[in-house]
């Protein structure tokens, strides 16, 4: 089946920075999320993006279906943006959603 | 509903014992899916139903499992003889009934419930 790949695991930032989180996946999808499960366990969803560039104020993301990655941008980061981000793809003749194991990430005031 | 609404938040039960999870989704929304998530992990899928039917159960990991949607809006989540294996965060999920006949459409998550079997 496919596989879906989230880099980096961990990550540590500091108020302000920047970031761009990844997800590799191994096959053609047809459905492409990115999910923020924030400290309580509450899955938030980002964005719906199985092709192209979209933004939600300091979020935005890219998918390149044919290089078969996405990017998550987070700019300015506050506290609030800690939490688990996930990938989670859609692929072939079923309504599955295969997930990746997140990026872990800890944004310090 | 405005969300997706699970309930109960949590449940502590005692091994053996029988659970029932429920799940109110999206007002509107035909697909609903189960799927449980054990700490550190990705969210695993269980079920999905289609209205009333249950489209995919490919996920349930034993008969100890079953899933009900009789009108086609809420759903509860059975688990016979709990055992400690099933603690974890049962999360149900909505979506528009896709446009595309292979798709889930986006997927909207309730707050989950956590389940401990001691």
């Known amino acids: 089946g496919i596989q879906v790949e989230q880099s980096p695991p961990d990550l540590i930032l500091q108020e302000g920075a920047n970031s761009t989180l990844r997800c590799n996946f191994s096959?053609?999808?047809?459905?492409l999320q990115w999910f923020h499960q924030n400290p309580w366990g509450q899955l938030i969803n980002l964005f719906y993006i199985p092709s192209g560039t979209k933004q939600n104020g300091r979020l935005s993301a890219t998918t390149v279906a044919t290089e078969r990655y996405s990017l998550l941008y987070i700019s300015s980061s506050q506290t609030t943006d800690s939490g688990v981000y996930f990938c989670?793809?859609?692929?072939?003749?079923?309504?599955?959603?295969?997930w990746g194991l997140g990026t872990s990430l800890a944004v310090n005031p | 509903g405005a969300g997706v609404s699970q309930t109960p938040s949590n449940k502590v039960t005692e091994k053996g014992k029988y659970v029932e999870l429920r799940c109110d989704p999206i007002s509107g929304h035909t697909a609903l899916y189960w799927y449980r998530q054990s700490l550190g992990q990705g969210p695993e899928f269980l079920i999905y139903f289609q209205g009333t039917g249950a489209a995919d159960d490919s996920g349930l990991p034993n008969d100890r499992f079953f899933a009900v949607r009789p009108e086609g809006s809420v759903s509860t989540l059975k688990i016979q003889r709990t055992e400690r294996g099933d603690s974890a965060v049962y999360l149900c999920a909505s979506s528009t009934n896709p446009t595309r006949r292979v798709n889930t459409g986006e997927l909207f998550f309730g707050e989950g419930s956590r389940l401990t079997v001691l």
């Open positions: 989670a793809v859609n692929a072939g003749n079923n309504r599955k959603l295969i």
């Open positions: 096959d053609s999808v047809n459905n």
